[in-house]
């Protein structure tokens, strides 16, 4: 695994500071696998992570963008969020079938005892980090 260039936000950390401690773990989670599968895609050298409608946002070039969050209004779960005018939850949903719970085309949702299928979330995350070389591949290459 090689080393990538985080662009960080500070008010990042303060969002993480404001979950619950039983959620800041599971998005810590969410976190880590987006900024180590990205260090794994050879074209990626730098990864931005921000804030975009208030959530914990990931970009890179030539990527989509990729964002998690928990919200107060459904305190069992937390999501994935993607581009909902992208084709990757569409694309994930015809590849993974029900392995993953989808919120319309713009969400892959986990409930909070649930265990991350980590290997199917990674290619993923890939698909999205990679979208603007994939969106014109069936199934986005996979």
């Known amino acids: 695994m090689k080393r990538i ?4 936000n500070p008010a990042v950390k303060s969002k993480f500071e404001s979950y619950p401690k039983d959620i ?3 998005l810590n989670y969410l976190r880590d696998l987006i900024l180590n599968t990205a260090s794994e895609i ?30 107060s209004k459904s305190p069992n779960q ?3 969020y993607f581009i909902c005018n992208t084709s990757l939850v569409e694309t994930f949903k ?16 986990f409930d909070l005892d649930e265990k991350v299928p980590e290997g199917q979330l990674k290619e993923c995350i890939a698909m999205a ?14």
């Open 129 to 142: 980090l990679k979208y603007q070389s994939l969106k014109n591949m069936p199934f986005l290459g996979n």
């Open 78 to 80: 937390y999501a994935m």
């Open 42 to 71: 050879e074209d990626i050298h730098e990864i931005e992570e921000t804030l975009k409608w208030g959530e914990p946002s990931y970009l890179v070039k030539k990527g989509s963008t990729i964002r998690i969050d928990w919200k």
């Open 24 to 26: 800041k773990g599971k």
């Open 94 to 109: 015809m590849v993974y079938g029900d392995l993953f719970k989808y919120e319309k085309n713009r969400a892959i949702l």
């Open 5 to 8: 260039s985080i662009k960080q």
